[in-house]
């Protein structure tokens, strides 16, 4: 069946009113016209993330008048079975958003399917001919996002198909190609991934993409740190006594097994997500507000990191592996009781490390960061703790000022400061300043949605570079290096629902502790 013209765009009179907030800013922007690509259609991230992300785009008129999605599966499945599937997957999802009247409808026409083997080139050249009917209804343009949502045993085979079949030659329209995570599992096989995909697309058609990068509060560091006289001044050696970075989850496996054996936390977690957000942090200021420009500086930061050797990883980073315990009053089982996980798995479910930047404006300040599974809660936060002032005038002694970002959930800023009590005494008291995003008075955009609309239009900024991903695995290869090969004898070592081992607060040192989430 070949692709139609997508309907036109919606009767905004029946759209919910814009927010005010945004007005004039990227939803005035749209990408031309241009088919999304979506590999792996049919898995877990695609029906919970993908679809109601793109949805949501289209449903707010962000993608154009010409859009159209062709999912590729291994499922047998016809363009109508695909549709039903997908809208299924709308309808269910708790990411989709408010379903405007008839839009379902009219999306429904917009998507197209393929199946095939990924180790042949008929799939490929379907996906090609598609592409092709796209031309007379996206104006003769052949604009494609090819989005790999597949095992990661998968990217090399997909790219090299469509390169086989000249899929990613702009002679006709762009070519993009975004790839889900992990890049690689450790450093030799993230290079050779790099190489591999590199012997058909070039550098600027790959985003490689980490959702924590498209959610507010993270754009929101550079927003305040750069747009705000009163913390950039303050950003370095001199005023900032510490960093906390932590990325809490109360979930166990949850059916993942197969793949969190291998990967683990260090690989899932800290070489990904909390790189990006650590790069945030400690980057300097970028000269323009383009995509190498910051990316320039990131990996600056990466470069900047002393090296963990395998033999002193003691004396920085402490892993972990859950047991049973307790979690909201319910028992819950620990990591080897779990379904599918070897009973003597020593696959680390947690890891603190503490990184030092070896540069001018970090000189002497650690950065600690931590992040693991059945903690007592699900929070992600940046936490810049600063020094406390060089006098005691106030009996009692003074707490660290601390500007806290809130990542998940209640996305929002705080800021910790000392305040004098009512009353006689001239005593002093902790108080907090609390910014939450739903004071906008609009939800949250998925941060699929946001890096989805980047693909399209061309911008990078929020999609780690290739030296931005080999320097990171060269920061935890010391990690992996020691601890891959030697199994903890002490494993598990911290319960379900505590905070981790005890050996991550002695990390911490003796004046400073992790913060109470």
Do not use: C
Not at 84 to 100: F, H
Not at 205 to 226: C, P, S, W
């Amino acid at each position: 069946m070949p692709i139609e013209s997508p309907p036109k765009s919606k009767n905004r009179s029946d759209a919910p009113q814009p927010n005010p907030f945004r007005a004039g800013l990227r939803r005035s922007r749209a990408p031309e016209p241009a088919t999304l690509v979506i590999f792996g259609v049919t898995g877990d991230l695609s029906r919970r993330k993908l679809l109601p992300a793109v949805f949501g785009l289209w449903q707010d008129g962000l993608l154009g008048s010409a859009f159209n999605i062709v999912g590729v599966g291994r499922q047998p499945m016809t363009d109508q079975e695909f549709r039903d599937y997908a809208l299924e997957a709308l309808k269910t999802s708790k990411e989709t958003d408010a379903i405007q009247e008839g839009s379902l409808e009219k999306f429904r026409d917009l998507l197209y399917y393929e199946y095939g083997d990924f180790d042949t080139d008929e799939v490929y050249d379907r996906v090609g001919t598609r592409l092709d009917e796209a031309e007379e209804a996206h104006g003769g343009r052949k604009n494609a996002v090819f989005y790999l949502s597949t095992p990661p045993s998968l990217f090399q085979p997909i790219s090299a198909g469509l390169g086989r079949l000249g899929l990613q030659n702009e002679t006709e329209g762009w070519r993009r190609l975004i790839i889900e995570k992990p890049f690689g599992r450790d450093l030799e096989s993230a290079r050779a991934l790099n190489d591999a995909i590199h012997s058909d697309w070039d550098e600027e058609q790959i985003y490689r993409i980490d959702h924590y990068l498209g959610k507010e509060t993270v754009q929101n560091l550079m927003a305040i740190r750069f747009g705000n006289a009163i913390f950039e001044p303050l950003w370095n050696r001199s005023y900032v006594d510490h960093v906390q970075i932590t990325a809490a989850e109360d979930l166990g496996l949850e059916g993942r097994a197969g793949y969190y054996e291998e990967a683990g936390i260090i690989r899932d977690m800290l070489q990904n997500h909390l790189m990006q957000l650590f790069t945030l942090v400690a980057m300097e200021p970028p000269v323009a507000s383009d995509a190498n420009a910051i990316r320039d500086e990131k990996v600056k930061v990466l470069r900047a990191v002393k090296p963990i050797p395998a033999e002193h990883v003691s004396e920085s980073a402490v892993r972990g592996q859950y047991g049973a315990g307790t979690l909201y009053g319910e028992r819950v089982p620990g990591y080897r009781e779990e379904p599918n996980v070897k009973a003597e798995s020593s696959t680390p479910t947690y890891v603190a490390v503490k990184l030092e930047v070896d540069n001018w404006r970090w000189q002497g300040v650690p950065f600690f960061i931590r992040t693991g599974k059945r903690l007592p809660k699900k929070v992600t936060e940046i936490a810049v703790v600063f020094k406390r002032p060089p006098l005691g005038l106030f009996p009692g002694g003074l707490e660290r000022n601390v500007l806290a970002f809130r990542i998940q959930p209640d996305e929002g800023v705080s800021l910790k400061f000392s305040s004098k009590t009512p009353g006689q005494e001239n005593a002093l008291r902790e108080v907090t300043m609390d910014f939450r995003y739903d004071a906008f008075g609009a939800g949250l955009e998925s941060p699929y949605s946001r890096l989805v609309l980047d693909a399209m239009l061309g911008d990078a900024t929020l999609f780690p570079r290739e030296d931005e991903v080999d320097h990171a695995w060269q920061i935890v290869s010391g990690l992996l290096e020691a601890w891959d090969g030697k199994p903890a004898p002490e494993f598990p070592n911290y319960n379900s629902g505590t905070w981790g081992p005890e050996a991550a607060d002695q990390l911490m040192g003796p004046d400073r502790r992790w913060r109470r989430l």
